[in-house]
Structures are given as C-alpha cells and as structure tokens.
C-alpha cells in the first residue's frame, strides 16, 4: 500500500512505535497512536501533525482488553476508517520461568498477544468490506526461538507469530495483507523498564529507526516477514540444532552475571 492512507499504531510513545509514526506521518499518512504515557504522545503527535495534521492520539491501557476493541472502533471513526493496524505495543518480561506466577504471564499475554488480537478482530470485517487493509504485528526474533529468563515474553511473541502466520494464510485471497515483523536488538527503553532482571543479551543494539524504515517498506511491499535487522541465520541455527541451540542459550545464561533479583538477594 502506498500513501496517503490512515494508520494507527499501538506503542507510539516510545521506540519503534514513536520512530514508526514520525516516518510514516512525514510519508503522507494520517496516524492514530496509542499508549498509556500521554506526556510522551503528546510530544510524538506534535511532531507529526507538523506533517500531517490529521492525525490524533488516544491514551489507552491495552491490557484492558475492553478498551483495547473499544480504542480500535473509536480510531476507525475518527479518523474516518483504517488503512493500517500496527500492533506494536508490548510490555518485557525478563526473569527465570521459577519466579513466573500465572497472573503475571496472562498480563504479558494480555498486551501482547491478545490486545493484537482483539483490535484486529474488530477492524478486519470493516476492512474486508471496504477491500483494503494492511494488519502489521510487530513480534520478535524472541517470537522465533526461545530466549532465556524470558518465557511469558517469548511465548507472547511465538503466539503473535503463529497467529499472523495463520492468518495471512486464511485472508490470502483478499486484499488485505499480513506482515510480520520480527526485530532483534533495539535501543529503546524496553531494556530500562523497571521491575524487570537484567536481559541475558548485553551486545550492541540498533537504532528504532532501521525497524520504523523496515515497517514502512513492509506496507509499501508485498513479503509477509521481516527480520530487522536480519537475524533469520539465527532461527535456522535452531531450526536445524534445537538441542544444540538450547545448550548453547543456556550455557550464555549461567555464564552471565546474575539477574538483578539475584545481586539484590545477595548485596
Ligand atoms: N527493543 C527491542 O530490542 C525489541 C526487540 C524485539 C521486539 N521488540 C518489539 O518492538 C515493539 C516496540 O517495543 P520498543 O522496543 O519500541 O519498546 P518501548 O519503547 O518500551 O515501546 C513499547 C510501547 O508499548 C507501549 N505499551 C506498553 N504497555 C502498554 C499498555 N498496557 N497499553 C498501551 N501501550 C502500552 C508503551 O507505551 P506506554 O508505556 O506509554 O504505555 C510503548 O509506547 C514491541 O512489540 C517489542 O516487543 C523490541
């Protein structure tokens, strides 16, 4: 799809949803965004009504899974129908599957699988009957193999996966379209959320901007995935070895330093 057309964008506050905005407004799209920080919104909207004065924000907490559908059908009116749906909002879990409670990994779902689910669920029939549409989930490199000390995010991730897969399967011959984006390491402030242990990966990250250019040329193109930056060696090294990969991935957790619930247990 090429603009102009109408997209709105969970997560917008920061990070890949915030860089994905700006690009996507300066492009010639109308944004909605989405999140709970309306400080941060704010600034986002600012700077892209300079492009595109249309477009609004909506302060939502996504895990209310009720106001997740009832943001989706006031977007849709406001803005007078969506072109595009990206589900990009997603909250980390990082710490040992021993200290996982199962109330805390159904509001890990919650945002990042079920609210993807609920807002697509709500504008897919709209879309198919006015023929046009482009559903965007973003999910993770953590979506295609298992990372450690993050079983409620990865399971999230995997979920959103297959049900993106799934589905660009069941609408392929309509015309709306499916991608998936599958990014690795970002510097964003996913990694300083607080409450969490520390992130067994500590190498060098990549700036949002390289996901929000791989999202756009996602809607402009025709190919279902998209790893940004490419990572897929990795989901082949597991594809091909998974005992292999799981001795390696966790050999690389009980060599690094002890997430921060540990140090503090011990200081
Ligand atoms: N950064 C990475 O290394 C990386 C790697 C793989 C995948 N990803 C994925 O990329 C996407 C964007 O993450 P990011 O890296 O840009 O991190 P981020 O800066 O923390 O962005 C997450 C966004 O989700 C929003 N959000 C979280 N919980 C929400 C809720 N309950 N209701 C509404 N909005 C909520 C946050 O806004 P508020 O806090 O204002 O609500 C924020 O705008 C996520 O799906 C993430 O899983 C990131």
Known sequence: MQPPYRALITGASSGIGAATAKLLARS????????RR??????????CQVHSPASRMWVADLGDLQAAEDLADHAWETLGGLDVLINNAAVPK????????????EDVMAVNFFSPVRMTLRVLPRMLERGRGVIVNVASVGGRVGVAREAAYSASKFALSGWSESMAMDLHDT???VRLIQ???IDTDIWDRPGEDRAIYDGPKEPPELVANGILAAIEGDRFEHYLPDLSAVIAYKVADIDGYIAAAS?????SSPPASDRKESE
């Open 94 to 105: 990082v710490t040992s599957v021993t200290a996982l409670t199962p109330a805390v990994v």
């Open 28 to 35: 010639g799209a109308t944004v909605g965004l989405v999140g």
């Open 38 to 47: 309306a400080d941060r919104l704010s600034a986002v909207l600012a700077d």
């Open 183 to 185: 990014p690795g390491p």
């Open 175 to 177: 015309p709306i379209e």
């Open 251 to 255: 050999f690389t957790e009980t060599t």
